[in-house]
């Protein structure tokens, strides 16, 4: 007989565990090494991005918040597409391939506060002929020629000739200054000393065209909607290349300026106050990214190298278009099919099953046992978590309770399952046993919750890495809400693409979507008027003395001032006079006024697990990668830990499952977005150029499929907190 399968227990059912689970099962070979269980509480997957279907109003889709899929999403796209061909299934079925699954955005609009007044700009990136998820590398002169010359092109339509002979100063400048980066990065530096002269001078003299620029063309003409908005992306990128240029960011990499604030680094380097305080382009960089401090607009923060990094990725390196939307919610278009894969390969889950503690061996070098509470008990003894509509699988809103025993009961009195680990007050049962019930823990869930799970880990002063991390670990709740209506964009006055996004409105709720694609994806009867679905976010303002009916409450007063205070700005058609005409939302009970809200689904994502996690300046260092926690048989995963990067996403959480899988089995191999002059942020990037596993080492052997945590091989201690990893 052969050796005893690897039994590894995945705590955590959102995209960082899914995705672990998905890489540790993706062959058979693996399949026979590695028997792997989920434990998720409550009766769906998804984490943050969980969505279900209202059985009692139509099967209508409801979100934790806006989702949508950035075309640079490598990883993530990678995974979906292997998930989908795996699946299979009749062409005609709904959603059958991940094309039909995703569709390219239209226009992407964003917002100006300019001397108040609000100024709208439609942005609309070219398509590229690549597929999402195809790799590819592009060097820093191909990406600046090109974001150059397509700002120069828009820029020489707008202004005088001086103007045009300053702005064609500007962008040599910047191009001069890449081919000299380039040519460092090719092996032919001068002198370390003479090479910082000139990347100073070539800095100076971009500030020096820009500053003639601003002076003599902008700021005469600063009324001009579309030159100023114009002139402050020219600016930020500019800025952004002296930064490079000053700092030596593509051969010191992005880490060194991380314990720095983005806008504080702009302002380091010569950025404009018009920039800096008008730029969408900017200011998409905090909303995108919920990256305010305890959810309040007036204190944006994000660490500099990884804000930039991540813009960089985001617009010069996607595939395909620069966002897609999903066609249906994101647990039926995402975690619905990975599910039902993974159960085919013979993945366990374990619902209902809420961790409460890890508990370390007596010699502290690794996880013994992890408590449990079952939160319910199945009539069945097992649990069929989905149910179809118009033949897609779907997860409910809310649990069948006819699976579950007094199901009834819990119903009646409104029982969340999600926020609510033990329902009925239980004694927590046998805790699951190193050697019986797992070899391996995956921990998959989110920082919040680990300070509450992971007591006895933060208290081992033999492990003072892992609490550093948790210690510097921030997050922020945030808001959404999602509104049906009896008329179409048009009707509503939208005066842009109807497949389109908004960002940098009004705050906090910042950013709409239209999502009309989804009304034939639901199970509206035919008479009834139902054209259009708009989803709005943002965050939620919080001072640690909330709670769930606080946030709550707080969420439903923005919704209202929103709606009777700031929509008509970009929906003029929902106006009755002077206040929100109530009558466009539709409300199957019929009724009048504000109260056909109550008809409408909105949320304050108060619990640990539904936070979002923030890119601090000065935490970034704390972070651990997934083979990093310090004990012989844990490994993290989540958009929390080190993996690229380092900020809440689906890409994120994806790499960091992806990293997790790779620390226990050695697959995948190729990880996209950690190589090359963008994926150098890393205090050690000599270790990911060389292809291999981040830490300067050989990368893991195919042969045995052998990772750095199987059973023999322990891994590597964590570093101290404030060392630099060379």
Request: with cysteine; proline share 6%; aromatic share 10%.
């Amino acid at each position: 007989m052969g050796e005893k399968p690897t039994k590894v227990a995945v705590i955590g059912g959102g995209p960082a565990g899914l995705t672990a689970a998905f890489e540790l099962t993706a062959t058979a070979e693996l399949r026979r090494q590695y028997e792997v269980t989920v434990y998720q509480p409550g009766w769906r997957l998804g984490g943050k991005g969980a969505s279900g279907r209202n059985h009692a109003v139509c099967d209508r889709i409801e979100e934790h918040g806006l989702h949508v899929w950035f075309g640079c999403y490598d990883n993530a796209f990678s995974m979906i597409r292997r998930c989908y061909a795996e699946r299979g299934g009749p062409a005609d079925a709904p959603l059958a391939t991940w094309r039909d699954a995703y569709k390219p955005t239209g226009q992407e609009i964003i917002y100006e506060r300019f001397r108040d007044r609000w100024v709208c700009h439609a942005v609309k990136l070219p398509p590229t002929p690549f597929d999402p998820g195809d790799t590819a590398e592009h060097t820093p002169l191909e990406v600046l020629r090109a974001a150059v010359t397509a700002v120069q092109g828009h820029w020489l339509d707008l202004i005088p000739e001086a103007g045009v002979l300053l702005a064609r100063e500007v962008g040599r400048r910047i191009l001069a200054a890449c081919r000299a980066a380039e040519s460092e990065r090719a092996g032919y530096p001068p002198a370390e000393a003479r090479a910082a002269r000139r990347r100073t001078r070539t800095a100076r003299a971009i500030g020096i065209a820009l500053n003639r620029l601003h002076r003599h063309v902008v700021e005469p003409r600063v009324e001009n909607d579309t030159l100023r908005y114009t002139f402050t992306i020219v600016d930020l990128l500019a800025t952004v290349i002296r930064g490079i240029l000053v700092d030596d960011l593509v051969n010191r990499g992005w880490s060194v300026i991380n314990d720095e604030e983005l806008t504080d680094w702009l302002r380091r380097h010569g950025a404009t106050e018009l920039t800096l305080t008008t730029s969408p382009f900017l200011r998409a960089i905090y909303d995108g990214s919920f990256a305010y401090e305890e959810g309040d607009k007036s204190r944006p923060s994000m660490a500099a190298g990884k804000a930039i990094q991540d813009y960089i990725r985001g617009l010069a390196f996607y595939n395909g278009a620069f966002m897609w939307k999903m066609q249906a919610g994101m647990g039926d278009t995402v975690f619905g099919p990975m599910y039902e894969v993974m159960k085919k390969r013979g993945v366990r889950f374990e619902f209902f099953t809420a961790a409460t503690g890890l508990h370390l061996a007596k010699d502290g070098k690794g996880i013994d046992a992890v408590d449990v509470i079952k939160q319910v008990e199945l009539k069945s003894g097992r649990y069929e978590p989905m149910f179809t509509v118009k033949e897609l699988g779907c997860w409910p809103s809310e649990p069948d309770w006819e699976q579950i025993v007094e199901g009834g009961a819990l119903s009646s009195r409104g029982a969340n399952l999600e926020r609510e680990e033990n329902p009925f007050g239980r004694e927590a049962g046998e805790p699951l046993r190193r050697g019986r019930d797992f070899d391996l823990v995956v921990l998959a869930v989110p920082p919040d919750v680990q300070r509450t799970i992971c007591t006895e880990l933060l208290a081992d002063e033999r492990n003072p890495g892992y609490k550093a991390m948790i210690d510097n670990t921030h997050s922020v709740m945030t808001q959404a809400f999602q509104l049906w209506i009896d008329r179409g964009t048009s009707e509503l006055g939208w005066r842009y693409e109807a497949n389109s996004l908004m960002s940098c409105y009004v705050e906090p709720l910042d950013t709409y979507c239209n999502m009309d694609h989804l009304v034939p994806r639901e199970c509206w009867p035919e008479g009834d008027r139902m054209l259009d679905i708009a989803y709005f976010c943002g965050v939620l303002a919080h001072d640690g003395n909330d709670t769930q009916e606080k946030s709550d409450a707080a969420a439903w007063q923005e919704v209202l001032e929103y709606l009777e205070r700031d929509v008509s700005d970009f929906w003029p058609g929902s106006k009755l006079g002077e206040h929100f005409n109530w009558d466009v939302l539709v409300d199957p009970q019929g009724r009048k006024g504000s109260q056909r809200l109550l008809a409408q689904y909105f949320r304050a994502n108060f619990a640990p697990t539904e936070r979002y996690v923030l890119s601090l300046p000065g935490t970034i260092r704390y972070r651990l990668w997934p083979d990093q926690s310090g004990y012989e048989n844990l490994v993290l995963a989540g958009d929390w830990t080190r993996n690229g990067i380092d900020a809440g996403s689906i890409e994120s959480a994806v790499t960091s499952g992806m990293l997790a899988a790779q620390a226990i089995c050695g697959e995948p191999q190729n990880i996209a977005g950690l190589t090359g002059w963008l994926g150098a942020d890393l205090e050690d990037p000599a270790g990911w150029r060389a292809g291999g596993t981040g830490r300067g080492e050989e990368p893991p052997s195919s042969a045995g499929r052998t990772g750095r945590f199987s059973r023999d091989t322990p891994p590597a201690p964590a570093p101290e907190p404030s060392a630099r990893r060379h």
